[in-house]
C-alpha cells in the first residue's frame, strides 16, 4: 500500500519525505485555502520537490468542457505525473470519458462516498478512485466497508482502476485498509505523525540508551569500541 501526503505546505511535505517513504502528494482546493496565493506558485514548489512522483490536483470546474480544460491546463504546467483530480458528479464523469478517448491525461474521481460513482469512474477510465473514508462514517455509513467493496468488484471484475483511499481521522481506519491490501492512502500530516507516535516506544529506547550509558559512558555508542 503507497502512502501519499494530503497537504499543501511545502515544510510539512519536506519533513514527512525526509522521515517516511511517501509516495506522492495529493491536494484540494480546501488544503490550498490553507496556504493562499496563486495555488500554482506552491504546486510547482511542491513538484519541483518530489521530481517525478505522483502529485494530485483537483480541478474547480464543474462543466465538463471547463474540467477538460481546467485539466489540460494543469497537466501543461505541472507535469504528465500529475493526476487531475475530478469529481465523481455527472458532469465529472463526461468530462472524464473526453480525457479518457482524447488525451494521455490521468485522472482520479474524488468525491467518492458510493460503490457506484467509483464503478462508473472505473469504466469512465480512471486511474485512481478516492473514497473518502471518515466522511463516509460521519453520514452515519462506513467508509472502511465502503473501500472494501470497491476493490473487491475491482478486482473480481478485472479493472485496472486503483483505489487512493482518503479522508482520514485516525490511524486504525488505515490500519484497517492495510490488512485489506488497498493499493494507496493519503494522509494529512497530523495522521501520519500519530503513526509512529508511542509513548511506550520512547520510554523503551531511554531505557537501552540509559543500559548502555551505564557501563559504557555517557554519550557513548558502539562506535566508540572496537
Ligand atoms: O483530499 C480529499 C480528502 O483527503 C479530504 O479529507 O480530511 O477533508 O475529509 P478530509
Given at each position: 500500500m503507497r502512502l501519499l501526503i494530503d497537504n499543501a505546505q511545502v515544510e510539512l511535505i519536506n519533513k514527512a519525505y525526509e522521515f517516511y517513504p511517501i509516495s506522492g502528494v495529493t491536494t484540494n482546493p480546501t488544503i490550498l485555502s490553507k496556504v493562499g496565493g496563486n495555488p500554482f506558485e506552491i504546486l510547482r514548489q511542491i513538484r519541483e520537490m518530489i521530481g517525478e512522483e505522483e502529485m494530485h490536483?483537483?480541478?474547480?470546474?464543474?462543466?465538463?468542457?471547463?474540467?477538460?480544460?481546467?485539466?489540460?491546463?494543469?497537466?501543461?504546467?505541472?507535469?504528465?505525473e500529475t493526476f487531475v483530480k475530478i469529481p465523481a458528479i455527472d458532469e465529472g464523469f463526461k468530462a472524464m470519458k473526453i480525457l479518457s478517448y482524447t488525451t494521455?491525461?490521468?485522472?482520479?474521481?474524488?468525491?467518492?462516498?458510493?460503490?457506484?460513482?467509483?464503478?462508473?469512474?472505473?469504466?469512465?477510465?480512471?486511474?485512481?478512485?478516492?473514497?473518502?473514508?471518515?466522511?463516509?462514517?460521519?453520514?452515519?455509513?462506513?467508509?472502511?466497508?465502503?473501500?472494501k467493496q470497491?476493490?473487491?468488484?475491482?478486482?473480481?471484475?478485472?479493472?485496472?482502476?486503483?483505489?487512493?483511499?482518503?479522508?482520514f481521522k485516525n490511524s486504525q481506519q488505515v490500519v484497517e485498509?492495510?490488512?485489506?491490501?488497498?493499493?494507496?492512502?493519503?494522509?494529512?500530516?497530523?495522521?501520519?505523525?500519530?503513526?509512529?507516535?508511542?509513548?511506550?516506544?520512547?520510554?523503551?529506547?531511554?531505557?537501552?540508551?540509559?543500559?548502555?550509558?551505564?557501563?559504557?559512558?555517557e554519550g557513548k555508542t558502539m562506535k566508540d569500541f572496537k
Open positions: 490536483v483537483q480541478v474547480i470546474s464543474t462543466k465538463a468542457d471547463e474540467i477538460v480544460e481546467e485539466a489540460k491546463h494543469i497537466v501543461n504546467i505541472l507535469g504528465r494521455e491525461i490521468s485522472f482520479t474521481a474524488t468525491a467518492v462516498y458510493t460503490t457506484m460513482q467509483a464503478f462508473i469512474a472505473a469504466e469512465c477510465g480512471a486511474a485512481y478512485v478516492a473514497p473518502y473514508v471518515n466522511r463516509i462514517d460521519n453520514l452515519g455509513y462506513n467508509g472502511i466497508e465502503v473501500v470497491i476493490k473487491n468488484f475491482l478486482i473480481n471484475n478485472g479493472m485496472e482502476t486503483e483505489i487512493l483511499a482518503a479522508s485498509l492495510l490488512e485489506y491490501g488497498i493499493d494507496a492512502v493519503t494522509v494529512a500530516p497530523d495522521i501520519l505523525k500519530n503513526f509512529v507516535k508511542n509513548a511506550a516506544v520512547d520510554s523503551a529506547i531511554e531505557d537501552f540508551i540509559s543500559d548502555f550509558e551505564s557501563f559504557a559512558g
